[in-house]
């Protein structure tokens, strides 16, 4: 679709195209055949709206409200002049119906912002009312966020009394401060953070001297062990090394007793003379003296290795019994560190309570010495009602600089 849309003297060209990915623009040129000849270029706009509005209504760009923006002045006034059949049956200030898919910013406009672009329209409402407006909405909108500040602050006022109070143990009757027949909330908690830190704080156990304990007798159990051990073993080698001896002598017992029977010094078999003439062995006596010496010196030995043995076995069960007072020791200091630790944790979490109940008493102290000091120091907020009342008799004065200017208007359409 295409038409001549005559703006102040100057043909300009609309054309819309239907369907998706539309080409529509406008274009200052003498017949639709050029433009449809030309087609879009960049740079055309697509529609009429801003042309129009530059030339018949150069006032209103930067007044009119916030709803609209600049951009939908000649959208909304087209709107306004041109009102669906729907609308005109229902109110006045219904200008587009919502069934239609115009997607005009009149569908959602409200019924201030529609009376104030009618009003600018018809020149009834000058700058001077718009700011009074402007500054109507301002400082109403500043009072109604003081009355939430205000009512926020006593709500959270009353809500620290009342925390206050319970925390104090006291009644809704009893003040920040003191009177003549009760304290008051301040001393009550000077009072309460007083007793809190005279509490007396339970001193934990030394855990650290009775592990150290525990570890030396692990230490001490560990080296009688092995100096058990140690005599174990030296009474089993005294007895053995007995033993040997106590055989030697017996064999040399045997030795003498035999006679003239020898024994051979390489195998000890025992042979005749027959034998001895025969392999050489020398049948003259041996020094049956120095033999015996020699037994009774393996027998004395044999008796001071059994004797050192025995010793060494009484050391060893000493040393048993030594392990076992130990071994009671070390079950003993493991119970006390088991005890310990119990105790440990119940004195660590009776100084949490009483830390706990510092910190509460402190926190209630400085809650009633902030409400004290808010109350001493509140003062009124100013007072906004006389500046908006002075707006609102500006905005007055503007309606009825703008009735005139309507039954102006009114008037030259009869006359």
């Not at 038409?3 to 060209?13: L, N, R, S």
């Not at 525990?214 to 053995?240: F, H, M, Y």
């Not at 027959?274 to 033999?291: M, T, W």
Request: with cysteine.
């Amino acid at each position: 679709m295409a038409a001549e849309v005559v703006v102040d003297g100057v043909c300009w060209i609309v054309v819309r195209t239907l369907g998706v990915g539309s080409n529509s623009f406008v274009a200052q040129i003498d017949s639709i055949e050029d433009a449809l000849a030309r087609g879009r270029r960049e740079g055309d706009p697509t529609t009429i709206d801003a042309i129009v509005k530059k030339e018949f209504f150069p006032g209103l760009i930067g007044r009119s409200p916030h709803e609209v923006g600049d951009e939908h002045i000649w959208d909304v006034l087209r709107a306004w002049l041109s009102r669906d059949q729907e609308c005109r049956l229902a109110d006045i200030l219904a200008w587009r119906t919502t069934k239609t898919q115009t997607r005009s910013r009149a569908q959602t406009l409200s019924e201030t912002a529609k009376l104030t672009m009618v009003r600018l329209a018809l020149r009834a409402l000058d700058a001077e009312e718009q700011q009074a407006a402007a500054r109507e909405r301002e400082l109403a909108s500043a009072a109604d966020e003081e009355r939430k500040q205000n009512a926020y602050s006593e709500q959270r006022r009353a809500e620290k009394f009342r925390s206050l109070r319970n925390a104090l143990g006291v009644g809704e009757d009893v003040g920040l401060d003191d009177t003549l027949e009760q304290k008051g909330l301040v001393s009550l908690a000077e009072a309460a953070l007083a007793e809190a830190m005279r509490a007396d704080v339970p001193q934990p156990p030394d855990v650290g001297a009775l592990f150290d304990r525990l570890a030396d007798l692990n230490a001490q159990r560990a080296a009688k062990v092995e100096e058990r051990q140690t005599q174990q073993s030296d009474a089993e080698r005294k007895r053995i090394e007995a033993e040997h001896l106590r055989s030697e002598a017996s064999l040399g017992e045997i030795d003498i007793n035999h006679g003239r029977i020898r024994v051979c010094s390489i195998c000890r078999v025992p042979v005749d003379e027959v034998l001895a003439n025969g392999c050489g062995i020398s049948l003259e006596r041996c020094d049956v003296q120095a033999i015996k010496a020699t037994i009774a010196e393996k027998q004395r030995n044999a008796t001071e290795l059994d004797q050192g043995a025995q010793g060494a076995e009484l050391e060893a069960k000493r040393i048993e019994a030594l392990i076992h007072q130990i071994d009671q020791q070390i079950r003993t200091t493991a119970g006390q560190s088991e005890n310990a630790g119990a105790v440990l944790r119940a004195a660590q979490q009776a100084a949490a309570t009483i830390q706990e109940r510092v910190y509460r008493a402190r926190r209630s102290l400085d809650d009633a010495r902030a409400l004290q000091q808010s109350t001493t120091t509140a003062r009124p907020a100013p007072n906004a009602t006389d500046e908006l009342e002075a707006v609102r008799q500006q905005m007055e004065q503007g309606r009825k600089r703008a009735q005139q200017a309507i039954g102006a208007l009114e008037e030259q359409y009869r006359g």
